[in-house]
């Protein structure tokens, strides 16, 4: 069965800090792998996605890798902003269920201070 | 386009009380999912349809919960009777391809049951 793993569960930071966000999935046979954003009472903002067959993708002041054999992904936000306060989850869909069910992990909680 | 559209946002209601949730998807979307977001299990598939048909519900906790999607604008997820621990915030997502393309989600609608 595959899960979703993301450490931290939160992290605050100084703004203008570079952070890595973790994300850990037991089952490497995936269709790709998402990552979201939640502000406080909203949906989810899809921010990156990466298919198996890639390795990052990049949009802005984010950077997302996949690692399939080692079942890991990182969220990289370059110089941090109050805005980019939110929790980051990261979300796969495996192929066992034939592409169509997302595992969502936990999420992390990110406050970037002023 | 306006995005995936759910209604109500908020619902407070009473135990025993018959709640429907609502959800137009995306225009083109052929797949529509329903999630619901708790603090102690996260986020959860309860159900999805490909092209209005339901294919997968084994995540619909009980028979209390059913769901529908007579078109392809409109779906909804309703929960009678409802109790108690029913109250989380339900989101509703539409895809093209869930194996290739981002899944946007709604707002959410954040249920009460008192």
């Known amino acids: 069965k595959q899960e979703v793993t993301q450490i931290p569960a939160a992290l605050s930071v100084p703004e203008g800090e570079n952070l890595v966000l973790n994300c850990s999935f037991t089952d490497s046979a995936i269709y790709n792998l998402q990552w979201f954003r939640q502000d406080p009472g909203k949906g989810l903002t899809s921010l990156l996605l990466?298919?198996?067959?890639?390795r990052e993708q990049t949009s802005g002041r984010l950077n997302a890798s996949l690692d399939k054999s080692s079942g890991r992904s990182t969220l990289y936000i370059a110089a941090s902003q109050p805005g980019d306060s939110a929790t980051y989850l990261c979300a796969v869909t495996p192929r066992a269920t034939g592409g169509f069910k997302t595992i969502f992990g936990a999420g992390t909680r990110l406050f970037v201070k002023a | 386009d306006a995005g995936v559209i759910q209604s109500p946002r908020h619902e407070v209601t009473e135990m025993g009380q018959e709640v429907t949730l609502r959800c137009k998807p995306i225009s083109g979307h052929d797949y529509l999912f329903w999630y619901r977001q708790t603090m102690m299990r996260g986020l959860e598939l309860l159900i999805y349809?490909?092209?209005?048909?339901?294919?997968?519900d084994s995540g619909m906790p009980e028979d209390r919960f059913s769901a529908k999607m007579p078109n392809a604008s409109f779906s909804t997820l309703k929960i009678q009777p409802s109790e108690p621990r029913d109250s989380a915030v339900y989101f509703c997502?539409?895809?093209?391809?869930?194996?290739?393309?981002?899944?946007?989600f709604g707002p959410g609608t954040r249920l009460t049951v008192t």
């Open positions: 997502a539409s895809s093209y391809l869930p194996g290739s393309y981002e899944q946007y």
């Open positions: 990466i298919q198996s067959s890639q």
């Open positions: 349809f490909n092209n209005n048909v339901p294919i997968d």
